[in-house]
């Protein structure tokens, strides 16, 4: 039951959240057109890096050790704060240097520093807390850092638009919003746990493993319009952010059970209890994978038809890539669990070889495939990735075929027969009809072959009617 209350209030700060940022991100694309929404994704996916490098890994080895018996919280996160301050100021220095040498024009310089420098301070103060409240498994708080900080970045560029803005007045806003989430990250921790309180080595020990595999996972998510940006032109490189947007919002609510399951699986790693370990997640995949299968259908069948409608008819080059990008949905619903199979059973080392390999393999990917085909050629690239990864995350994990198999075969037979269905017949009727359609028949079939899914199901529905007696005596209500 506590996986299931962190992960409500993950979903209310990552994907409610996100899904008012993509809405925001939707309208500037429409409000910039093409070539200033690349610009613009250059620079947020510039920032992403960046804001990794405040980290580079030091979250991974403190849930690890936060979980740990009679573990010291207020010496660990005292330094977790220290060296994120360091890693921040490094970071900073190392972004001068190479936004002066990569980036000539002025214009696009202005905008990276912009949006890069206040990430960068955002991203070290936030990830204090967020990581502090996954420990203590008290996630309503983890979610209000999110929730503050994405809600100022989306209402940052609504008030650019509205005051219609150029590009080089949007961006400051938007960094400085990262900013104002820090600082409310900081002001919570600091009212329970002192962030002088000493000093733990241990947050170094292994964190070689966490950092290269934590870089190749950011670059793997954020190469694309960097990668493009070189390779084609910048309209290429805004139809493909464009299309990535949307299966870059939905496959967040995957993750976060991913992030809600993700101490629990670290604790029973840390007491070598296999067994529990692999049923926890194989329900995991399960839960993950029908997700995925529900979320991606309706845009594999009907990607113009959303391009149409969230970002008008001058975008629609950007439909091709989204077909493809919608597969993406369901990939990482299988590879969340599977790569946390190995991290939290102390194999990050072969997570990261696997994730080392599929990112050269990427790079190349999107500059062969974006230069001949650019948008779609990128979303291609995207594709590769995720079959690479996860036949790697199977073939380094003992038990990887087991999981994958009970996990997932069922869910991914009912995207085939979906997809088929949908291609043969569906496709031709109205989006509003045939949408619902799919959306209930996957469902009920994935409900129909899966008893454990059906169990958790029942367990939620049984949990929300003893609540409802109480609200209402709480509330005065009949």
């Known amino acids: 039951m506590r996986i299931l209350k962190n992960a409500v209030y993950l979903f209310a700060s990552n994907v409610l959240v996100r899904l008012v940022g993509a809405v925001a ?52 996160l005292a330094g977790f704060f220290k060296i994120r301050l360091l890693f921040g100021l490094g970071t900073a220095v190392v972004s001068v240097a190479v936004v002066q040498s990569l980036y000539p024009d002025p214009g696009m310089r202005r905008v990276l520093y912009w949006v890069v420098m206040p990430t960068i301070l955002g991203a070290a103060f936030q990830g204090v ?12 708080y983890t979610a209000l850092i999110r929730a503050v900080a994405g809600l100022l970045s989306a209402g940052a560029l609504f008030l650019g638009m509205a005051l219609r803005w150029p590009l080089d007045f949007l961006a400051p806003i938007y960094g400085l919003a ?3 989430g820090g600082l409310l990250s900081l ?23 966490f950092t290269l595999g934590g870089l190749v996972i950011m670059l793997l998510n954020q190469m694309g319009p960097l990668v493009l940006e070189r390779v084609t032109d910048l309209v290429a490189v805004g139809y493909f952010a464009a299309a990535f947007r949307i ?10 059970l991913a992030e809600a399951y993700y101490p629990q699986l670290f604790a029973h790693g840390n007491r070598r209890d296999e067994d529990a370990h692999l049923r926890l997640n194989v329900l995991e995949l399960k839960m993950m994978s029908a997700l995925g299968v529900m979320m991606a259908l309706p845009f594999l069948l009907y990607p113009a038809w959303w391009i149409h409608l969230l970002f008008g008819p001058r975008w629609a080059d950007a439909a091709p890539a989204l077909t493809i990008l919608s597969w993406m949905v369901f990939m990482q619903s299988i590879n969340y669990p599977l790569a946390d199979a190995l991290t939290t059973k102390g194999m990050q080392s072969r997570r990261t070889a696997v994730l080392v390999a599929v990112l050269v393999v990427g790079a190349a990917a999107y500059a062969v495939l974006g230069a001949r085909w650019g948008s779609t050629g990128g979303a291609l690239a995207a594709l590769v990735v995720e079959c690479l990864s996860m036949i790697g995350f199977v073939l380094m994990n003992p038990t990887g075929w087991r999981l994958l198999l009970q996990g997932a075969a069922r869910n991914a037979a009912v995207a085939a027969a979906a997809v088929f269905l949908g291609f043969l017949w569906v496709r031709d009727w109205s989006p509003f009809v045939g949408m619902p359609v799919l959306e209930m028949g996957a469902g009920l079939a994935i409900v129909a072959m899966d008893s454990d899914i059906r169990r958790r199901l029942r367990e939620m529905w049984e949990k929300v009617q003893e609540r409802i007696p109480r609200i209402r005596r709480e509330g005065g209500g009949p």
């Open 25 to 76: 991100a939707i309208l500037v694309a429409r409000y910039l057109g093409a070539k200033d929404y690349g610009i613009l994704s250059v620079a947020l996916a510039f920032s992403v890096v960046t804001g990794y490098f405040t980290d580079l890994g030091l979250s991974h080895t403190f849930i690890r050790d936060g979980t740990k018996p009679g573990a010291d919280l207020g010496r660990l």
């Open 129 to 140: 807390g967020a990581v502090y409240f996954q420990v203590v498994q008290k996630m309503q």
């Open 178 to 180: 990262a900013v104002a």
């Open 187 to 209: 002001w919570l921790v600091g009212h329970r746990v002192s962030f002088f309180s000493g000093w733990d080595r241990s947050l170094l020990r292994g964190l070689g493993s």
């Open 247 to 256: 299966p870059s919002v939905l496959y967040q609510i995957p993750g976060v």
